[in-house]
């Protein structure tokens, strides 16, 4: 039996001035929701570079992805906008039968 597919936010920044990386990940700490969003199961945040970053969250349904991805992209805005930098905000679905692991 095939596992089943997780749905995914998957949300990355890189920074035009990398020294701003710092103030960014203070504003995130201070201005993220108290509570998650509705069906999220976890988030996982990345630090690629000293410009780039990566954060996905785990959502139980399609739907709450769905409900859940304009305030997630919106938050990406934001950012971008304070933090002189590129945020992208996409949905995406696991590809159970190629997992490894």
Known sequence: MAAEVEFCAILTIR???????GSAHDWVSENQ???MPKGCKKMRS???APDRGMTIIWFDTKDNLE???P???????ELANRFEAYCN???AI????????
């Open 15 to 21: 920074y035009k001035n990398p020294l701003l990386m």
């Open 33 to 35: 929701p108290a509570e």
């Open 46 to 48: 990345f630090h690629i």
């Open 67 to 69: 409900v859940a991805f």
């Open 71 to 77: 305030l997630l992209k919106s938050f990406q805005n």
């Open 89 to 91: 905000a996409e949905k």
């Open 94 to 101: 696991t590809s159970p039968d190629v997992d490894v692991g």
